[in-house]
């Protein structure tokens, strides 16, 4: 830290019970003398003198014994002090308001008797604006204190980055005295001008914990046995601004953005860096308990300073700064300003990004309800995206997604965000179902996600009736269910004969057709059979009802259908020469009619009441966790 040393006479402290004195030898005129001036308690002990104080300078609860003619000489404000008092000999004065209160007075003291001063970026924005106020101006006394202070600021507190941050930071009790004097302003353009500098010029020292670079790490690519100079980053200045309170940070921000040299990356970069500096509990998604107006200033001006262009800050961050505002209750505009960024962010988001805290008072865990307005934004958002103007979107941040890649991506977010919200016992099966909907659209490869969110939503809910076990199975696609979730459905006594039967099927096709990748659509045929199911309304001609497809198969039901399926699969392979499809679908329409009426219904209707305790099994796993094979007898017991 640079400093300035004024003065040359020597001034000494010296204790006294509980309070500190520091004594004055002055040498003034020839004469000696001692002075003792006591801080906080109202002492005062001549040690020697010949010459006696002759004025009281109260400054805060201070007394301050001093002499007229250094001080005099020098302020003119106490000149006029001195003339104008009521004390008819003008030798005590009070200066209740002068900035900085007794601290910078004495600074201002011991610079008007020749003693040493040392000035530094901590009190020399307190001395500066006492100075000022005791008007110790050029035109009272050449070489006065201002111009000495003025001098110091512009040849070394100025041209120091660390400086000065740590005189704008000083000048907050001071505000209104510094600003006047320009502190402010000029402390705001250095440390500005300082972090727009290419980085190349930067040769000063800043604080930078941050993430290594790879040259620091010695495998950086142009390393080559000669320690190379270490790079620059380019967000070298974000860490030492985080000292700065928000009001000021804001202005430097503001000043940054408007000699434009800095990118919005890095400009966001500096925002979450201060954000979880400044922000207690911000990373683990929590806020303070106590200052609650502060922090939500803090959080407001931080969505105001976020730079226009998308994707300078992460989705992960925003979501974290939504998470924040809503708990701190912040403005409307800064939470609709949030939504809006992060629904154009979306794809880039994880799932514990999305998992808001519902508001207290709320059945449910999580807001599901913010989540299903972003989505549907970002929906509504990339549709109305026209092709040039999405592929300069597309550049911007991620230009490794397109449109439809996006779409895919916040699909797959969202099916791993059900599964984890369906774990909450609270949550309806609309909040579900309709979150879903709205990414049903979206043309993904698997609906493995999506079926593990419904089969953790069936297995938390073992409860829900019929009609919605139906809705939210709807949900899913059967064809898309890899080998391993339809290994998994088919044992999975959780889902409803209908969609058992699908999976079969599909499960069997895929294994008869030579190429194993394409899976053929569900034939018609088999989709008549299949009432109200997900591929199509067409009613079916059979005479159970939708209740009986809508059931739980038993473990021993799924047993039986998979045997027939099987000899249907035998069937179908002796017959290869082509003709034989349609025979085999047509077989296994008559076949697994068949099996319904006969074995299953039969079974199935004269167990109904059984169908609430059989859902209350839970023994199967997700199938991205599944090990198990077909062969694996359930557990579930059927007596
Ligand atoms: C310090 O710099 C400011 C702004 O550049 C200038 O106006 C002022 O005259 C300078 N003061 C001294 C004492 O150099
Ligand atoms: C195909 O198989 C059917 C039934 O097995 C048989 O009648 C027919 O002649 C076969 N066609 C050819 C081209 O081999």
């Known amino acids: 830290m640079k400093f300035m040393k004024l003065g040359s006479k020597p001034d000494s402290f010296q204790t006294d019970g509980d309070h500190i004195s520091f004594v004055l030898i002055l040498l003034i005129f020839g004469l000696r003398f001692y002075a003792d001036i006591s801080l906080q308690i109202l002492m005062f002990r001549y040690v020697a003198t010949e ?4 004025i009281v300078v109260n400054v805060g609860d201070v007394k301050f014994y001093c002499h007229k003619f250094p001080l005099l000489s020098k302020s003119a404000r106490l000149q006029k002090l001195v003339a104008t008092s009521n004390d008819e000999n003008g030798d005590e004065l009070h200066i209740q308001d002068i900035p900085g209160g007794p601290g910078a007075f004495e600074i201002c003291a011991k610079f008007c008797y020749g003693m040493t001063v040392t000035l530094n970026a901590y009190n020399v924005v307190a001395a500066r604006c006492a100075a000022e106020y005791l008007e110790m101006y050029e035109t009272v006394e ?30 907050k009790s001071l505000l209104l005295w510094s600003e ?21 010029m930067v040769e000063w020292s800043y604080t930078y914990n941050r993430k290594k670079l790879p040259s620091e790490n010695g495998n950086s690519p142009q390393w080559n046995g000669v320690r190379k100079q270490q790079t ?25 953005k408007t000699k434009g040299r800095v990118s919005g990356d890095v400009i966001g970069e500096a925002l979450n860096a201060y954000t979880m500096r400044r922000l207690p509990g911000f990373s683990k998604g929590m806020i303070p308990n106590n200052d609650i107006v502060k922090y939500r200033s803090l959080v407001e001006t931080i969505v105001w300073l976020l730079p226009a262009e998308k994707g300078t800050v992460s989705c992960s961050f925003l979501l974290r700064l939504l998470r924040a505002a809503i708990l701190l209750d912040c403005g409307e505009t800064e939470r609709n300003e949030l939504m809006r960024r992060i629904s154009q962010q979306l794809p880039e988001a994880t799932v514990t990004d999305l998992l808001i805290r519902a508001p207290a008072g709320e059945a449910t865990i999580y807001d599901v309800d913010i989540v299903h307005n972003l989505v549907d934004s970002f929906m509504t958002h990339i549709s109305q995206t026209d092709p040039v103007k999405k592929e300069f979107l597309e550049s911007t941040r991620s230009p490794k997604f397109g449109p439809d890649a996006s779409k895919v991506l916040v699909a797959k977010l969202i099916d791993g965000y059900l599964a984890e919200i369906a774990r909450d016992p609270n949550l309806p099966v609309s909040k579900f179902v309709n979150l879903a909907e709205i990414v049903s659209s979206v043309s993904r490869p698997s609906h493995d996600g999506l079926y593990r969110g419904i089969d953790m939503y069936l297995k938390e809910h073992p409860g829900i009736s019929k009609s919605d076990r139906k809705r939210i199975c709807r949900l899913m696609d059967c064809k898309k269910l890899s080998a391993e979730a339809c290994m998994h459905a088919v044992q999975n006594e959780r889902l409803p004969l209908r969609v058992v039967v699908q999976v079969l099927f599909f499960e069997q096709a895929r294994a008869t057709t030579s190429s194993g990748s394409s899976t053929p659509d569900l034939p018609g045929s088999v989709r008549a059979l299949l009432p109200g199911g ?16 809508d059931s739980v198969p038993t473990a021993e039901d799924i047993k039986a259908l998979k045997g027939e399926l099987t000899t249907l699969r035998l069937s179908g392979e002796t017959n290869r020469n082509g003709t034989a499809k349609t025979d085999i679908e047509r077989v296994a ?29 839970d023994t199967s796993e997700s199938p991205e966790e599944t090990k198990s094979t077909p062969s694996v007898s359930r557990k579930h017991s059927l007596s």
């Open 51 to 54: 010459l006696a104080t002759d």
């Open 180 to 200: 006047e004097l320009k502190v402010v302003s000029r402390s705001l353009d250095s440390i500005a001008s300082k972090a727009s500098i290419d980085t190349s």
């Open 142 to 171: 050449k070489g006065n204190l201002i111009y000495k202070i003025d001098v110091f600021l512009n040849s070394s507190i100025f041209r120091s980055w660390k400086d000065s941050i740590t005189v704008l930071q000083s000048t």
């Open 534 to 549: 997900s591929h199509g309304s067409s009613r079916s001609t059979t005479t159970n009802t939708e209740e009986d497809w």
């Open 232 to 256: 620059v980053p380019k967000d070298w200045w974000v860490e030492d601004l985080c000292e700065l309170r928000i009001d000021l940070y804001k202005r430097v921000i503001m000043k940054i």
């Open 589 to 617: 329409v008559s076949r697994m009619k068949g099996l319904a009426m006969s074995k299953i219904f039969s079974k199935l209707k004269s167990s109904k009441e059984r169908n609430g305790e059989i859902s209350s099994s």
